[in-house]
């Protein structure tokens, strides 16, 4: 793929590779190795509207950054234009630079709701909320799923919407709903999206690799890439893209991982946090699901580094 800068609202990125937002994985940790590697943008995970409105503690935490982070972007999510132009105009996102709007989280809590990907067949009510939105004077961007069930697209329909509303950028997860993270993204309805519109058009999903993300840029003539799960699994994939040559050292990887968390979290909180994580980072390691049942039993960070540093180490 080509990489480039973009211009997104009064935002110049560095380059067209973004980190997406990633419930229970894009804290500012994780977001902060992406960076390093050569992101050009790393999301908060989603944040509720109503929670930052009511100060909700955990609300809080997913917000917070550090000055590794030049342009802040944070993810909320929401159904009433309202009440998400008043929770973005909230001194808790003043450091926040990009606003980014989640209309396809696939999540049943999220969608009965009437949040998410449930707002795809509402294009009238999400046109609303980004034109609300877009008064705060911050850049706004969208991303979303090309409809909720398959073979039911509503792709072109629904960034036009978004682009009428005054969005700044769309993100397109190639997949309906009801496949939440599984089959291959659909190629044609980012090309529509990308076709439709005027301002620039991410691809996301089923990106693990270089051949990945050229597969999705060839096909869809989107103007850039977003990683999910392939940032959490192989994060120096950002690298890769940038055609940098990088050696991989998971452990030291995952030490620094644990460091970054605990300049914000007491010990047992990153102990528990960070298990999550390393099941993917040690994903495909021979002897990785006993590690796995060690580590799930630990309580401070020194033993979980200990145990893997054995792990590593006798790999020598």
Request: glycine share 8%.
């Amino acid at each position: 793929m080509k990489l480039k800068s973009l211009k997104i609202g009064n935002i110049v990125t560095k380059n067209n590779i973004f980190l997406a937002p990633l419930a229970g994985f894009s804290d500012f940790a994780m977001r902060s190795i992406c960076l390093s590697y050569g992101a050009g943008l790393a999301f908060t995970e989603m944040v509720s509207c109503e929670g930052l409105l009511y100060n909700n503690e955990n609300t809080n935490d997913l917000l917070y950054t550090t000055d590794d982070e030049k342009i802040k972007c944070a993810q909320i999510f929401g159904n009433d234009p309202d009440v998400m132009r008043r929770a973005i105009e909230l001194p808790t996102l003043d450091k926040f630079d990009v606003i980014d709007v989640n209309f396809g989280c696939p999540m049943p809590k999220i969608f009965q709701n009437g949040e998410g990907s449930a707002l795809l067949d509402k294009p009238h009510l999400a046109q609303k909320i980004i034109s609300e939105l877009k008064k705060s004077g911050k850049t706004i961007t969208a991303k979303m799923r090309i409809g909720i069930t398959r073979g039911n697209y509503v792709t072109e329909d629904f960034v036009k919407a978004l682009e009428q509303g005054g969005v700044d950028m769309i993100t397109v997860h190639g997949r309906t709903r009801d496949m939440i993270y599984s089959g291959e993204p659909n190629y044609d309805e980012i090309y529509k999206a990308k076709r439709a519109v005027k301002v620039p058009v991410i691809a996301n999903g089923g990106i693990f690799s270089v051949e990945d993300a050229d597969k999705m840029t060839d096909n869809t003539g989107a103007d850039g890439i977003m990683l999910a799960r392939g940032a959490l699994e192989r994060p120096w994939l950002f690298s890769e893209l940038c055609g940098k040559e990088v050696e991989v050292d998971k452990k030291s990887l995952i030490y620094r991982h644990i460091d970054l968390l605990n300049t914000h979290f007491d010990d047992s909180t990153t102990a528990v946090l960070f298990r999550k994580q390393i099941c993917l980072y040690i994903k495909g390691e021979v002897g990785n699901v006993k590690l796995k049942d060690k580590i799930f039993k630990m309580k401070n960070t020194a033993d979980i580094k200990t145990a893997v540093g054995e792990f590593f180490d006798g790999k020598r």
